[in-house]
Each structure stands twice: as C-alpha cells, then as structure tokens.
C-alpha cells in the first residue's frame, strides 16, 4: 500500500454504536447488511394511507421510554433519541474514559433536517389549539444542534461541539471534521456521528413532491435499487451511527480495542444546483481525490467503496461517472448499502462508515440489492445481491448531499 505520511497525529476508531431499519445496534445493522435484508417496509409510524409514497426505512424495535423514562422521553425529538442510543453504546463500546479528561473530548454530531417532527406537531398544535398550548419544549426539540448539545451533556464531554447541517454529506463531515480536531491537537477524542429521524408526513409529502422517491409502494422490499435500470428514486430512512475517535498512540497507550483508522478526509462543493449533482460529477472527483491524498494513497490501494448510492436516476449515473474517474475502468468494488437501509440522510455517512470498518475487519462486503439489470452508465465491479469475499485494506465512502455538498471518508486496517 502506498502512503506517505507527515508526522501528523493519527486517528482511530474504538466505538461505534448504530440504530438504523436493520437493527437497534451497529452489530445488529451490520448482521443485516451482509445477510442482504431490506429494511423497507410499508410505514407503521403515522397513517400514511392518503400519501402517494407509503413505504420507508424505520427503525424498529426501539423503545424510548425504556432509554430515558416517559417523562425525559416526551421531550426528546425522535432523531436525538436514536442519536443518544447510538451513542451510549459506542461509548460503552470504547470504553474511553471521558470524566478523566473531560475538556479533551469533543462532539461532532450532524443531521440533515433535525427535528422536523417536533417541527410538525408544534404547527399542529398551533393551528388546532392556539398559541397557549405550544410546548416550550418545541423549540429546542426542533434545533439541528440538539443532538450534539445533549450528548455532551450525557457524556460530560466539555470539549469542542458542533453540528454539521450539510444535508446527506452531514455525518460523514462531522467524521472528517472531527478527525481533523484530533489531528489538530485540539482534541485527544471525539465523538462523531449524525441522526436523523424525517419519516413523517411532512418529510415524506415533501421528498415525495419532489418526486425524488420511489412509489414502488405494493414491493417495499424490492423499492430502493441503487444503479438498477428501473430505479425510481429513494426510500426514506431513519437512523443513527456514531463512531469513537481517539489520538492513536493515547488509544495504544490505554489498551483500546483499534477497530480501523480515519485515514483520509475531502470535501468539495459543486456549485451547480440547489438538488442536481454535477453532471460531470466533478465535485466527487475532488472529494474522492483529496480524501485520498490525505490518506496518502493512490487508488489502487482502495479494496472497496461504500457509494453515496441513492438509487435516484441522475445520483447513481453521475457517481459511477466520478468512480471511473479516479478509479478507472477496472475499480474496487463498490456497493451500496442504502439499498437495504434506505436514505438515512444526515446519518448516511455515519451509517456507512461503520459499513466501511466492517468490511475491513471481517474480510466481507455488503451487497446492493436489487441489482437485477445494471443501468447504461453505471457500470462498475458491483457487488450485487450476496456479500462477496475479499481483503479490503483501505475502504472508501461518499456522501453528497442537496446543496452540492460533496464528502469522502478512507478508513484504512490500523
């Protein structure tokens, strides 16, 4: 593997935690994904009996009430109640010590839309009942940066906090942007991730309006089929992913479990449409590019990518364009894993993230289900239907969201 390094400091994965419409744990998801299960299902969140699109990615099985009470439970929108769930298990799972050094860990959480649910109820609430009822809780369960906020607050975490709102490329930045206050030496751990939780019937109405989602209503399982010639947009998911970064040589020095290392990190915009990617996918070829000069690699290093991959006509064609580009004729493998959880949004990046550490810890990839017939212009190594074997030492993955933003993560064997 080629790579040439400055003495910078290097950053490692120790947690991950994930609740997504696979499972309500990131071992759960991952079980899931390289089982190739779908976690699209008809919508058993609200009625969405009078929606032209009744079908989503939700997760299941999550009981918040049994998490943080009835009580504490009412006044958490539903994207930070899976952000504070994904999280508590990452740090369980990394067993970092915050409360030593609580001033050196700080929290990068994203999301696309935040609490467009808390959002929705407060309008309903207003129209139907007047000004009076109005929860004084609606705004800050509406806020984008309220994940963020309160996972510090759980964890005592008083460093450095933010929230990336970057549309689909939200947690994938929140992973770059915190890796790089790691490096910077502004932090020894980070906490990074994204949530989001917009399956309601605003975030569905709208997306649908949009007709950016399939209406493959009476086959649920079979709606997102990201780079299939008869794809007709995405399926609405609701997830969250978090990952546990640390300095490397603090992680050694304190017995930590490395799971992969953040190797490179590149974010472009494309300047072009408020919702269409550039049609020369110019802006992913840059992202990808400079993700892999951080990382100090060549793209013959790269043994898999997890593509942005949202089974949309123009983002699949455009994003096999762009792995062309930097990879060439006869690339990596690629999947996309939203094909069985659904476009989780601001979570995406996260969610993939994880799939990425996966694929180099265990040797599989995930497949994109769904393939049946390879679409003109996106032809690429696939990994279609079935999991596939292979030694992967540096896994890539895109996230490009609505506004041009353009992110790439390298995880890389530690």
Known sequence: MTRVRSERRRVVVTGMGALSALGTSAEATWDAMVAGRSGVAPIAGFDASGLAVRIAAEVRGFDPVAHFGKRRARHLDRNVQLALAATAEAVDASKLDIAAAPERVGVIYGTGIGGLGSLTDGVGVLRDRGPEWVSPYTLPMTLANMAAGLIAMQHGATGYNSCTVTACAASAQAIGEGADQIRLGRADAMICGGCEA????????????????????????????????????????????????????????????ILAEVAGYGSTADAHHITAPHPDGDGAVRAMEAALADAGLGPGDVGYVNAHGTSTPPNDRVEALALRRVFGPSGPPVSSTKSMTGHTLGAAGALEAIACIQAIRTGLLPPTINLDDVDAGCELDHVAHVARRASVAAALTNSFGFGGHNATLIFTQA
């Open 198 to 257: 917009a399956v309601g019937e605003v975030g569905i109405a709208a997306f649908a309006a949009m007709k950016a989602l399939s209406t493959r209503n009476d086959e649920p399982g079979r709606a997102s089929r990201p780079f299939d010639s008869g794809r007709d947009g995405f399926v609405m998911g609701e997830a969250a992913a978090t990952l546990v970064l640390e300095e490397r040589e603090a992680a050694l020095a304190r017995g930590a479990t």
